[in-house]
């Protein structure tokens, strides 16, 4: 099985950031129980980012018998600084 895209957690995605964006927005009584709405939609994208890597962790140790770090973060950096750039 490929994890590099797994088309059942978009839906997880698109909730945690439609919960971040009305945090966001301002709407304070988005609860969801005791939790503020905005902070729940951290968490599960948390979970769901987590969750992905751990797949690409546990894929690339079947495939090599072993997991680079090096390369782990060096991917992390690839993929995130383009975007951090861009902000600021």
């Not at 994890?3 to 439609?18: D, E, M, Q, T």
């Not at 079947?62 to 950096?77: D, H, M, Q, T």
Request: a positive charge; aromatic letters at 18%.
């Amino acid at each position: 099985m490929s994890s590099k895209h797994v088309p059942s957690l978009n839906g997880f995605r698109a909730i945690s950031i439609i919960f971040v964006i009305f945090g966001h927005a301002g709407y304070r009584s988005f609860y969801w129980g005791d939790t503020p709405g905005g902070q729940l939609g951290v968490n599960v994208f948390f979970i769901v980012s987590g969750f992905l890597i751990t797949m690409l962790m546990l894929e690339e140790e079947n495939l090599n018998g072993n997991v680079s770090l090096k390369k782990f973060y060096a991917r992390r950096v690839f993929r995130i600084f383009p975007a951090l750039y861009l902000c600021f």
